[in-house]
């Protein structure tokens, strides 16, 4: 049974940089594609970003240009890393294993707590 543990959120000013970790165990990690969601108070989920096995990586426009993930197939660790922090980037942030990278759709129900990000302006 896949369990992720999310952590790295916290306060962050606007112009500021995060890195959010999401450790994976249970798992064979480097068997899945992996992504970031995002949930923000009254909205519904969104995906952030998404890796393939190859290390290809996918952004949603919204942070297309400052986010970056990575995943680190050795420590069964996946990152996001967000610059230029946009007070609409606060929301409650989960990772989770995906069927493809190609259509962000979550695979089983595989999520972990999750990890809060707040900007302030």
């Known amino acids: 049974q896949m369990q992720l543990m999310e952590s790295g959120g916290g306060l962050g000013q606007a112009g500021g940089s995060l890195t959010l970790s999401c450790k994976v165990s249970?798992?064979?990690?480097?068997?899945?594609?992996m992504a970031w969601f995002r949930q923000a108070p009254g909205k519904e989920r969104e995906g952030v970003s998404c890796i393939t096995w190859e290390h290809e990586p996918y952004y949603a426009d919204s942070v297309e240009g400052r986010a970056t993930i990575s995943r680190d197939n050795q420590k069964n660790i996946l990152y996001l890393q967000i610059d230029s922090l946009k007070p609409e980037d606060t929301a409650m942030y989960y990772c989770?294993?995906?069927?493809?990278?190609?259509?962000?759709?979550?695979?089983?129900?595989?999520w972990g707590q999750g990890t809060q990000v707040t900007v302030s302006s």
């Open positions: 249970g798992a064979r990690f480097d068997d899945y594609e």
């Open positions: 989770a294993p995906v069927e493809s990278c190609g259509n962000w759709k979550p695979l089983g129900n595989y």
